[in-house]
């Protein structure tokens, strides 16, 4: 079942409100993507003009960046310490903008939308 992202057809006092068009592909969305710890597993989606997002299910490394040096590697994924956008993302292991990972070089903030780009981007907590 798609995710309708118009107007519930209510008003704020619960009357019902007269459509004026049917509903419409541009109003249409799509479930989350739940980025999580694995074999890497990356879909490409057609999107809105013709674009491509990389939907990552499912990675196992993680480009980090160590702001004191300024260097930049490929490292893998331990864990996910904690997820501010939810405490059941946090429970179940996913990744989005802001977790923070586990890596061999220690704890690092996600700093793009894997859900979206198809890898991970990270910064070192010091």
């Given amino acids: 079942m798609t995710t309708y992202q118009g107007k519930n057809g209510r008003k704020l006092t619960g009357a019902r409100l007269r459509a004026n068009s049917s509903k419409k592909k541009k109003e249409?969305?799509?479930?989350?993507?739940?980025?999580?710890?694995?074999?890497?597993?990356?879909?490409?989606l057609r999107v809105?003009?013709?674009?491509?997002?990389h939907r990552?299910?499912?990675?196992?490394?993680?480009n980090v960046v160590d702001i004191s040096s300024g260097k930049t590697t490929k490292v893998v994924i331990k864990d996910v310490e904690n997820?501010?956008?939810?405490?059941?993302?946090?429970?179940?292991?996913?990744i989005t903008k802001g977790a923070v990972i586990v890596t061999e070089?220690?704890?690092?903030?996600?700093?793009?939308?894997?859900?979206?780009?198809?890898?991970i981007n990270a910064t070192l907590v010091k």
């Fill in 48 to 53: 809105r003009g013709g674009n491509v997002k």
């Fill in 105 to 119: 070089l220690g704890n690092a903030v996600v700093t793009n939308k894997p859900g979206k780009e198809g890898y």
């Fill in 83 to 94: 997820n501010s956008a939810s405490r059941d993302y946090s429970r179940r292991r996913i």
């Fill in 56 to 62: 990552a299910y499912k990675v196992e490394t993680a």
């Fill in 28 to 44: 249409l969305g799509r479930a989350a993507t739940e980025t999580s710890i694995g074999e890497t597993r990356i879909k490409k």
